[in-house]
């Protein structure tokens, strides 16, 4: 079997149910190609080397897929040029299987994140204890002061 990977880049302002919109077409034209989808996945919004199409940036998406009927991936590769949504992309044959994509990336940002967040908190409350300590200083100086003048 054969397996091939197409990145295609779509317009960057683009709102997410369109994009999915694109995502779920292009998974549709493949099926035709009776390919077994391995990964489809947002590679996210990236720089341009070049403008396109007047765009500086732009969303890259990678779908990575075995076998398919050679006449039909010439069919979807010329789908993929005439949708007015994808503004260029590129499919190269892959040597072996492509490993499954799991998006272990989000976890560990997630994690970081909420670490991030306990630490924002732990340097709030220090801050907050500070700032009611001063004002617990200022108040038994006024005090003993008014205590100094009787």
Known sequence: MRYYETIYIVNPNLDSKVLKAILDDVKKELDKTKSEIINHYNWGKKRLAYQIENQKYGSYIIIQYG?????????????????????RHMTVLLDSRPDLYIEEEKVEEKKEQKQEEKQEEKQEEKEEEKVEQKEEEKVEQKEEEKVEKK
């Open 67 to 87: 076998g398919g009927d050679k006449l039909k991936m010439t069919e979807f590769d010329t789908w993929m040029k005439l949708n007015n949504a994808i503004i």
